[in-house]
């Protein structure tokens, strides 16, 4: 029997694929909610729900791509302030959360802190490159000058 997944079952099937199971097993899975079969009006609706997220995900990739050319065309550098001794050492650290939020408050650009991949937080004054993953797709970088208060 040729079913839809409506659910990932594992070693099976992730969401949205088609495939033929098993009678027993597909009965199995359309009873526990987890596919459903696919007939013709199943079929005609999951191309419409694969057409309408691979738009959406154009969409999200496209914004992306846009993020990454207004952080990289230069104009973006993210200034912070902090206590330093007088080796250049910082007292404490610059973690990601203050970068997103330096970003967004200098230029109004808000970068989620987990898609910051710092991989420890900066204990130095100076510039820093920090890598920003904006989608599976698409990283870009943010430039942070940290001086002294």
Request: glycine content about 8%.
């Amino acid at each position: 029997m040729k079913v839809i997944f409506t659910q990932d079952v594992r070693n099976k099937g992730k969401r949205g694929e088609v495939k033929e199971l098993p009678d027993g097993y597909a009965n199995f899975l359309i009873k526990g909610n987890k596919a459903k079969q696919a007939n013709a009006a199943a079929m005609s609706k999951l191309k419409g729900q694969q057409q309408a997220e691979a738009k959406k995900e154009a969409e999200i990739v496209a914004e992306a791509k846009e993020v990454k050319e207004k952080l990289e065309s230069g104009k973006y550098v993210v200034e912070l302030k902090a206590k330093a001794g007088a080796d250049g050492r910082l007292f404490g650290s610059i973690t990601s959360k203050q970068i997103a939020q330096g970003l967004e408050k200098q230029y109004q650009l808000k970068i989620d802190k987990r898609k910051m991949e710092l991989k420890e937080p900066i204990r130095s004054m100076g510039y820093v490159n920090v890598p920003v993953k904006l989608h599976n797709e698409v990283s870009s970088k943010i430039r942070v000058h940290i001086s002294e208060k």
